[in-house]
């Protein structure tokens, strides 16, 4: 292993493996059947023993919960249900201890309209500081160039008022008023509730919605240069302040918008940006057997600063968003992925990974290794890593939101044996013959050879090996057949090789290895691949849907 420089350590963010979860679904401590910072705690030797190095936290924060959390009434205390701010401190110690970094939740476009600031605001006189906290206009009229974002739900991106006397805007659910960040108080407030979450400990702050902060007429209200303007007056604050933490960019946009999160020159905004671009791509991939979608969006993504980093993932607490793409595209998705209506949302897919690839261990184990050998930081999400279903019975996004299954005891392991029963989980724990808690778990997974969570676990502390895939540049190989991805990632005297079969039938191919690559040597007892080198050439086997890793020796370097 190349030993990290102390540069490296500053961008810390660059060899992540981060791993995403809800606290009220992960572990219950107390058995009120609602997950809660001690339970959490409880289960973090097994995130410490899955091999990821940072904790994403959904928000956590007092609330309605009329949108799991993004609709907050207090940004600087803990939903009770959950714990208190004191767990929270105890769980970053713990966190801390175990050398995993976290993640929590700035959502900042919005607040619940239970908050102070609404409840003040609606009362206030037209015009005063207190109603400017958020956006009013007498008529719908105003900013028609912004799209509806739930539109299974929402009509209008504005709703009355009744106590103002006014419509008031908002991106998301009409509980959620945007906040107006015109208002030079708005922005010190968000900034001071910024500093609560990092002075508390928090190592980086995922940014929800932040294409939307600013509105303005005649535009779609999205990646305004005001939404940039504030977004690097936050980072000013990071660089000044708190210089090893990160911001970490959700913005559902085209690559060149999504691009621009990162900022100009050395990167003046944020440290990291979901790669929302090449999801679905991924998916397409998978679909068609082919790389090309791989390899077009791949190439459409142009250099990143320095110091950014993609964050790379399959699947999240949200639909799989099918919105960046073009309507022919969107509907080959849709066909192969959700052919039945209540698979689909607003523009999207609410299913999650396991049933998406048909509950095929190999195709999950390709998807996921293609996670972990793209430029950019993995993002896993809780209970993929076992491959946990979906229940779409549930409403909105909740059919994958459901308790983290850790056992077949009563209660899934989720909450006590004892409370099953009798209290019911906040969630439904999923209980069908073929994803429920008594099939898929992780007491089963741990100790089998042959299990997804063993598999995941040996992928995960591979990958930590090479600074590369975190880190180093990437060449494409040229190679015999569409159905095969080969590339190079590279970085100082680390060198990965990574061929994939995309496809669901065996493949041998023929493929061009770049310049200056030595001796390969594989990087894992990996089924289903061999490779014969001969000079620039290789002949590689690969049986349906293998990846492989051969670490590579550099002639020059
Ligand atoms: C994006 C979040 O991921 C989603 O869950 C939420 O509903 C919206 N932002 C609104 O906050
Ligand atoms: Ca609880």
Known sequence: MRPASHADAATWYKDAVIYQLHVKTFCDGNGDGIGDFPGLISR???????????????????????DDGYDVADYVQVHPAYGTLEDVRCFLVEAHRRGLRVISELVINHTSDQHPWFQRARQAAPGSAERDFYVWSDTTDRYRGARIIFRDTESSNWSWDAVAGAYYWHRF?????????????????VLQVMRFWLDLGVDGLRLDAIAHLVEREGTTCDNLPETHAFLRSARAVLNAE????????EVNQPPD???????????DECHMAFHFPLMPRLFQALAHG??????????????IPET??????????????????????????????????????NNGIRRRLAPLLGDNQPRILLATTLTLSLPGSPVIYYGDEIGMGDNMALADRDGVRTPMQWS???????????????VRPVLPLLDDAVYGYRRINVASQDGDAHSLLTAVRTRIRLRRRHPAFGRGRLQFCAVSSPRVLAFVRQYGSDCVLVVANLSRGDETVRLQLPAGIGELAT??????????????????SLASSAIGWWTAAQQNG
Request: with cysteine; aromatic share 10%.
């Open 408 to 422: 077949a005891a009563p209660g899934g392991g989720f909450m006590p044996a004892a409370c099953a029963g009798v």
């Open 173 to 189: 659910f009409h509980h959620q008023p945007d906040l107006n960040f015109d208002h030079p108080e708005v922005r010190e407030a």
């Open 308 to 345: 950014a980093q993609w964050a790379i993932f399959l699947r999240n607490h949200d639909e799989l968003t099918l919105s960046a793409l073009l309507p022919a595209d969107r509907d080959m998705l849709l066909q192969a992925y959700a052919p039945l209506p209540r698979m689909r949302l």
């Open 257 to 267: 918008e999504t691009r621009a999160y990162f900022g100009g020159g050395v990167g």
């Open 290 to 303: 082919e790389a090309a979608p791989l390899v077009e969006i791949l190439r459409a993504t142009a250099e």
């Open 523 to 540: 990087s894992d007892r990996l089924a289903g691949v061999e490779l014969q080198r001969s000079g620039s050439d290789a002949a590689v």
């Open 242 to 249: 708190y210089p090893d933490r990160v911001l970490l960019a």
């Open 44 to 66: 973090l030797d097994y995130l410490q023993q899955l091999g990821v190095t940072c904790l994403w936290l959904l928000p956590f924060f007092p609330s309605p919960l009329l």
